[in-house]
């Protein structure tokens, strides 16, 4: 052997979730009472709420939130959108990334802990469960770890019974965000075979939503989700987080209330607030240690900030040894709002959302488009007169049923025959389409081609003007 002093290596970091050998590491979070677990119950309490009745509740006849792929209708809070607002559908996706970026900057993962569905679903509807039938973490760590019993089978039976009724709810909750209650109420109450694919899709979403909360779990956020890997382009020293105050909390060491009863009257060297008690260690769900500073890892559920503060006030120390704060402040500076950051990302908001009003104020109610129909562009008539047959697509845009007609602008040297009877009725939402025959004198033609004017006049009093080239040979 060689001859020298040995160097230990120390162990390579992994993930909180995987031990040294590679191996899944299960959790088994304490749960830290405290105002932020009040704050957040209630702000999940609200989210489960709504997402179970946004499809039921309907605002101007239709769902509060209907994405109806196969008709390709979009229905949100009482707006439809159809596949001709790509505009506005551009719009508002551009919007939603704009303030996933923007409120990130400002408050760092807040999405995560306390409006995830995961984090929602995991820690307020799933863990509760769990520790009604197995008991609290170190029960139940214990029971997984010992071999079968008959009180180990009961409790988990009960417990996987009622995580797949629960998972079944949430997957007909989320097929009907793209059916609706109605159509899959008639499914439920018809023979399997008449709509397999219903059953296919809905045994495969409860199937994956069972897997997502009784056994993935927290990896869904330390490894799957790629919103931890952006954030670290997306926050800067200002944006809010949940931290450790190094500064106060150092140098850390175990010691009793008498110990730390000497330390304020002088009696032993002051150390650092924290007393290494590991309860913020215990309590997050992604089993990291917070005072390792910011990582990936973190969700920002604010339980080490409810375990320490307790901690603190066992030990009559002040509480914000953990604490939403910046790395600004945490260096002694003052936490900037307002910075070039967040003005550009907030400017760009506006500017997004103003223009998606603007765009939706000047919407139709009715979208026409017209087209040439399948064949020859034009035929030319035994009268000398050329005709053109063209496709009008028309859709109501609007929740009640309104009729229209067509004719050409006044004065026109036009014809107008439809193949399909005029005037059309349409119902709210329908699109149809109508083919029309178009004849005009060949000396109307201007070198090959003709601008023609349509008029479409609807039941209700609206006007839709659309032009169109027509084509023909040039005159003679």
Not at 102 to 109: D, E, H, K, N, V
Not at 257 to 274: A, S, V, W
Not at 343 to 357: D, G, I, W
Request: charge should be neutral; charged fraction near 20%; proline fraction near 6%.
């Amino acid at each position: 052997m060689a001859d020298g002093p040995q160097i230990l290596q120390s162990p390579e970091e992994v993930l909180s979730t995987l031990g040294q050998d590679g191996k899944r590491k299960w959790l088994y979070p304490i749960e830290s009472k405290g105002r932020f677990l009040i704050w957040r119950r209630w702000a999940g309490f609200l989210l489960v709420v709504l997402y179970l009745a946004l499809p039921v509740v309907h605002i101007g006849g239709k769902p509060a939130i209907l994405l109806d792929v196969v008709h390709r209708e979009f229905a949100l809070f009482g707006t439809v959108f159809y596949p001709t607002d790509t505009l506005l559908l551009m719009l508002m996706l551009i919007a939603v990334m704009v303030a996933v970026v923007l409120f990130t900057a400002l408050l760092g993962r807040v999405w995560c802990g306390w409006a995830c569905p995961q984090t929602v679903y995991l820690e307020f509807v799933f863990r509760p469960i769990e520790r009604l039938f197995e008991g609290r973490e170190h029960v139940r760590k214990r029971r997984d770890e010992g071999p079968w019993s008959f009180d180990k089978f009961w409790r988990k039976a009960l417990k996987w019974g009622t995580y797949a009724a629960i998972s079944l709810l949430l997957a007909n909750t989320f097929v009907a965000y793209f059916v609706g209650w109605e159509a899959l109420l008639t499914w439920m109450q018809a023979p399997p075979t008449e709509n397999w694919g219903f059953f296919l899709v809905m045994s495969i979403t409860t199937g994956l939503i069972l897997f997502d909360f009784g056994i993935f779990r927290e990896q869904m956020c330390t490894i799957t989700c790629p919103y931890a890997r952006m954030q670290s382009i997306m926050l800067d020293e200002d944006s809010m987080i949940v931290s450790y105050d190094p500064g106060r909390g150092e140098p850390r060491s175990k010691r009793s209330k008498k110990q730390l009863r000497m330390e304020q009257e002088g009696t032993i060297p002051q150390q650092g607030d924290c007393i290494d008690c590991f309860a913020c260690v215990r309590t997050c769900p992604t089993g990291i240690d917070i005072r390792d500073g910011l990582q990936m890892e973190c969700v920002a559920c604010t339980q080490c900030i409810d375990a320490c503060d307790h901690i603190m006030d066992n030990i009559g120390k002040p509480r914000g040894l953990i604490r939403y704060t910046s790395e600004r402040e945490l260096e002694g500076g003052k936490t900037r709002l307002l910075r070039p950051r967040t003005v550009v990302y907030a400017a760009a908001l506006v500017f997004v959302l103003s223009a998606f009003s603007l765009v939706l104020s000047q919407r139709s109610d009715f979208d026409v488009n017209i087209g040439r129909a399948v064949g020859e562009p034009y035929a030319e008539l035994g009268d000398g007169r050329i005709a053109n047959r063209l496709r009008f697509r028309v859709r109501n845009q609007t929740p009640q049923p309104a009729s229209f007609s067509i004719r050409t602008a006044e004065g026109a040297p036009l014809e107008l025959r439809p193949v399909g009877a005029l005037p059309m009725t349409l119902t709210g939402g329908e699109m149809r389409r109508i083919e029309v025959w178009v004849m005009a004198p060949a000396s109307a033609f201007n070198g090959d081609t003709m601008p023609a004017t349509f008029l479409l006049e609807f039941s209700d009093g609206n006007t839709v003007e659309r032009t169109f080239t027509l084509l023909g040979p040039s005159a003679r």
